[in-house]
């Protein structure tokens, strides 16, 4: 595939320059700099297949087949290896009831009934907390967690098999608004109880990025996206890597955490709701700052 892109840059993108994975053309095919000509705007990712225009009144973005038939050309983008579209299941769960266990573990965490019921969050016939991940109304991710410490060797969380992973909240976001993605779904609770809307959660943690693939399209949608991870080396390093994936131009990046009261810095957005407070989390969210676009010169 990245010799088709080559091939294509070749007869439409030249003069270009290559910086890693990166096809950079001395001019944006779409826009062509604008009036004042600007250069080195547009890159074209050659693993990826991601196509962006970074001038601010052109925004262009896209994936290589989209930019290909722009020109006259067919291309079908081919995932690289290990990224194939897989197959999933819907998961077979009885949603039961909230429990007064479950109510008590995310009262203790300053989480209220009415945000619980908001994101339908239920129980299994075995009192665990069930996490439903909706897409079109339609249950396709389920997460569960025991509403207490895990004991020696027991998991923290777990995931129905072989289901697709979505976006914890998908369905209660609306696009004209900045879309906010936690770490973790009691992050995302603790977020919407602070009064913060259109949030979501990855579904699996740091380590499991596939949401972006299962997620593409929707994602695609929204102008602007503000990263919100735990304020650790793994969580960071989640945030670095969904940035380069979703484009730098419309991420914004949460990094300055108020401190626990022994002075060490929160860990995540519910340690702040619950050591601080709505207002302190809000203040929070609202010190996002966007991340620096690579490759463009002031």
């Known amino acids: 595939m990245r010799e088709l892109m080559l091939s294509f840059a070749d007869r439409h993108l030249s003069p270009y320059t290559l910086r890693g994975d990166e096809l950079i053309p001395d001019f944006c095919p779409i826009c062509h700099g604008g009036d004042n000509r600007d250069r080195y705007t547009f890159a074209l990712n050659l693993t990826e297949g991601i196509y962006v225009c970074k001038r601010g009144s052109c925004g262009a973005r896209g994936r290589f087949e989209e930019l290909a038939r722009r020109f006259g050309e067919q291309a079908e983008f081919i995932r690289p290896p290990g990224r194939m579209k897989k197959q999933y299941v819907l998961p077979e769960v009885m949603l039961k009831p909230l429990t007064d266990e479950i109510i008590g573990y995310f009262g203790k965490r300053k989480i209220g009934f009415e945000t619980l019921d908001a994101f339908k969050i239920g129980s299994d016939d075995k009192g665990n907390i069930v996490f ?9 991710y389920v997460k569960y967690r025991a509403p207490r410490k895990p004991q020696p060797k027991e998991k923290k969380e777990w995931q129905a098999h072989n289901t697709q992973p979505i ?28 009064g913060i809307r259109n949030v979501v959660s990855v579904p699996s943690g740091c380590s499991n990025l596939d949401w972006i693939d299962t997620c593409w399209d929707w ?7 503000i990263l919100f991870g735990d304020n650790d080396e793994p969580g960071k390093k989640m945030v670095r890597e969904v940035v380069r994936r979703l484009d730098e131009a419309r991420c ?32 929070t969210l609202d010190s996002a700052q966007p991340v620096p676009v690579k490759g463009i010169l002031q």
Do not use: W
Not at 167 to 194: K, R, V
Not at 219 to 225: C, N, W
């Open 132 to 140: 439903p991940f909706y897409r079109d109304n339609v249950l396709v």
């Open 167 to 194: 976006l914890f909240g998908m369905d209660m976001c609306a696009f004209s608004q900045p879309l906010i993605i936690t770490e973790g779904q009691i992050d995302c609770l603790s977020m919407y109880e602070a």
């Open 219 to 225: 994602l695609e949608r929204f102008q602007s996206i």
């Open 252 to 283: 914004m990046v949460v990094e300055e955490y108020p401190d626990r009261p022994d002075g060490t810095p929160c860990k995540d957005a519910n340690e702040i709701l619950f050591f601080h407070g709505a207002e302190a989390l809000k203040a």
